[in-house]
């Protein structure tokens, strides 16, 4: 719909007195849709989270065994960001907190 909007605001073809404009429509359709994909990629490469530290600080805090540490850090950045601030286990100083954190993060997402 992106591309429609702008091909159809914004297409002037090179020689206005042709009558087949099929082609130059073609060539800039694509071209806005090449265009239009890699604006939309270097987007989302600009929004990855970068939150190594802070998850290693947090399983630090609570130890948790590999598929509780891989089920958080596979978890989208908002569901991190949220565990990381908000959990809180029923007590402290255990040396396993990977059913809690597992938990935990599945009422997350």
Excluded at 36 to 44: G, L, R, V
Excluded at 50 to 73: N, V
Excluded at 74 to 100: C, I, L
Aim: proline share 6%; glycine share 0%.
């Amino acid at each position: 719909p992106e591309v429609q909007r702008r091909v159809v605001e914004t297409f002037t073809p090179q020689r206005p007195d042709d009558h087949d404009f099929s082609r130059p429509v073609t060539a800039y359709v694509r071209a806005l849709r090449n265009q239009f994909i890699t604006e939309a990629s270097s987007a989302s490469q600009s929004s990855v989270v970068d939150d190594a530290a802070q998850l290693d600080a947090f399983f630090e805090r609570y130890p948790c065994d590999e598929r509780a540490t891989d089920f958080l850090r596979s978890s989208a950045p908002e569901v991190r960001s949220r565990v990381m601030a908000e959990f809180r286990p029923r007590m402290q100083g255990e040396t396993n907190y990977s059913a809690a954190v597992t938990s935990f993060v599945k009422t997350m997402r």
